[in-house]
């Protein structure tokens, strides 16, 4: 069963750092793009930033570019998210998704929430 | 960007009713579009992939229609836990973009 195990979120003050982390099990993990969707309070769904399965290929939004990093680490079949400079607007439920432009958003992870406020 | 605008907004049903939801993209993506079903406090969930395939699991009840730039989510004759927010999504260009969602609210 494939299974997608976001963590990390929390409550931090604007300018702060966070880093989350996706722990993927149930599907061989180093095959497939990952990306990070993000859902503000009561807003829609916004993509927020994909990689390749080899890590050699990296896309971000522009709301976020210059400030997030996307990585991941095959060995350990984990997806990450560094957040620095983190703005009120950031606020959101942060989903891990399995897939990019090659394939679907087949399967998602529960979300962590992200809370930047002052 | 590609921007997918969906229609209407809100969507006021009875069950049993038929659902048609709409999505337009700003240009073409060929068929490069699916659409995800999102319940309250939870995860999106695939449903139609490929402009016109469901997803493993996905009741007949639903299907997707279209290319290029107009798009058709059709829901046969709604089940009680349709009653949720739809959304669109394409791949064709990065950035990839969701439309804005349509909710499906009973009447």
């Known amino acids: 069963e494939v299974q997608l195990l976001e963590s990390g979120g929390g409550l931090l003050q604007p300018g702060g750092s966070l880093r989350l982390s996706c722990a993927a099990s149930?599907?061989?993990?180093?095959?497939?793009?990952m990306t990070w969707v993000r859902q503000a309070p009561g807003k829609g769904l916004e993509w927020v930033s994909s990689i390749s399965a080899d890590t050699h290929t990296i896309f971000y939004a522009d709301s976020v570019k210059g400030r997030f990093t996307i990585s991941r680490d095959n060995s350990k079949n984990m997806l990450y998210l560094q957040m620095n400079s983190l703005r009120v607007e950031d606020t959101a439920v942060f989903y891990c998704?399995?897939?990019?432009?090659?394939?679907?958003?087949?399967?998602w992870g529960q979300g962590t929430l992200v809370t930047v406020s002052s | 960007d590609i921007v997918l605008t969906q229609s209407p907004a809100t969507l006021s049903l009875s069950p049993g009713e038929r659902a048609t939801l709409s999505c337009r993209a700003s240009?073409?993506?060929?068929?490069?579009l699916a659409w995800y079903q999102q319940k309250p406090g939870q995860a999106p969930r695939l449903l139609i992939y490929?402009?016109?395939n469901r997803a493993t699991g996905i009741p007949a009840r639903f299907s997707g229609s279209g290319s290029a730039t107009d798009f058709t989510l059709t829901i046969s004759s709604l089940e009680p836990e349709d009653f949720a927010v739809y959304y669109c999504q394409q791949r064709t260009k990065w950035p990839l973009t969701f439309g804005g969602g349509t909710k499906v609210e009973i009447k």
């Open positions: 240009q073409t993506v060929s068929s490069n």
């Open positions: 998704s399995r897939g990019a432009s090659s394939t679907w958003f087949d399967y």
């Open positions: 149930g599907f061989t993990f180093s095959t497939y793009a």
């Open positions: 490929d402009a016109s």
